[in-house]
């Protein structure tokens, strides 16, 4: 019969390395994390956008073709440069992740808030929220709603 002290020294043992290994895969998805930079461009190149950790824009540049744009042009190719690089940015994530942690619960839910912010460049944008008319009628709705 084995010693019961024995058995929890090493169930503890086991415990303990399982968790310095998790904490070291987490660490290093938070670092490759960290290193996300996804580019891409509109307007043939006119205008390109990158993005990088949480999907946040981290540079726009503009070449001397935007100088034949209007400016409804170049806003409407800056963020058609960002949808695209954002939409990008839940495979990047889930790469990194299947290539660091693995398929968690944990993992789940963030490609899934991921994915949930940044949908396919492909999937037609969700239209804005209202809740009725408040007779301003400047196109641009109440901040207050």
Same mark, same amino acid.
């Given at each position: 019969?084995?010693?019961?002290?024995?058995?929890?020294?090493?169930?503890?043992?086991?415990?303990? =390395?399982?968790? +310095?290994?998790? $904490? !070291?895969?987490? @660490?290093? &998805?938070?670092?490759?994390?960290? #290193?996300?930079?996804?580019?891409?461009?509109?307007?043939?190149?006119?205008?390109?956008?990158?993005?990088?950790?949480?999907?946040?824009?981290?540079?726009?540049?503009?070449?001397?073709?935007?100088?034949?744009? =209007?400016?409804? +042009?170049?806003? $409407? !190719?800056?963020? @058609?440069? &960002?949808?695209?690089?954002?939409? #990008?940015?839940?495979?990047?994530?889930?790469?990194?992740?299947?290539?660091?942690?693995?398929?968690?619960?944990?993992?789940?839910?963030?490609?899934?808030?991921?994915?949930?912010?940044?949908?396919?460049?492909?999937?037609?944008?969700?239209?804005?929220?209202?809740?009725?008319?408040?007779?301003?009628?400047?196109?641009?709705?109440?901040?207050?709603?």
């Amino acid at each position: 019969m084995s010693d019961p002290l024995s058995n929890i020294e090493r169930m503890v043992s086991e415990w303990e =390395r399982n968790a +310095e290994e998790n $904490a !070291a895969r987490y @660490q290093n &998805m938070q670092q490759e994390v960290e #290193r996300i930079s996804i580019t891409e461009s509109a307007a043939d190149g006119a205008v390109r956008v990158t993005v990088g950790a949480n999907g946040i824009p981290t540079n726009v540049e503009m070449t001397d073709r935007v100088s034949r744009l =209007r400016p409804d +042009e170049i806003a $409407a !190719a800056v963020m @058609q440069a &960002m949808t695209k690089a954002q939409s #990008r940015y839940p495979e990047e994530l889930a790469r990194i992740m299947g290539e660091t942690v693995g398929d968690t619960a944990a993992t789940q839910h963030i490609l899934a808030t991921a994915q949930a912010s940044f949908p396919s460049a492909e999937e037609p944008p969700r239209p804005p929220q209202t809740r009725g008319d408040d007779g301003d009628d400047d196109g641009f709705g109440s901040v207050m709603r």
